[in-house]
């Protein structure tokens, strides 16, 4: 079960590629500042991206929660397939998700623009459902 944000303490920054997780995760945006071409704060989604290679592609792996770092808006929780990517509209706010999964799997985390791929390396099998 998700617990007060407040009492989480980031274990990856986003963006990050393939971490491997065994039970729940937090991730945090450390803002975008430091990008040569940032992102239009207008069009801003985060995007997850979970991948277990011991289950189905259409079984459940994870739930997820996505919030603003300021505390004021919590969304989910989102439930993920294998391979599946989630997209969620955000604002200029800085960001966090908090995953928990239901077998060990990789995890991808990012914010884009719209699109589905990060601009590192992660395949798609299947358009993700949503």
């Known amino acids: 079960m998700f617990c007060s944000i407040t009492t989480l303490m980031a274990q990856y920054p986003i963006p990050s590629y393939d971490v491997l997780v065994t039970q729940q995760a937090y991730f945090e945006e450390q803002g975008n500042d430091v990008l040569i071409n940032p992102i239009p704060q207008s069009k ?40 599946d990517v989630l997209s969620v509209p955000i604002d200029d706010r800085l960001w966090g998700v908090y995953i928990e999964v239901t077998h060990e799997l990789n995890v991808s985390v990012w914010i884009g623009a719209g699109e589905s791929i990060p601009l590192k390396k992660v395949v798609m099998k299947r358009t993700p459902s949503f």
């Open 44 to 83: 801003r989604e985060v995007n997850i991206h979970v991948q277990c290679p011991t289950t189905s592609s259409d079984s459940l792996c994870a739930e997820v929660w996505v919030f603003s770092l300021d505390e004021k808006n919590i969304l989910g929780p989102y439930y993920e397939d294998n391979n």
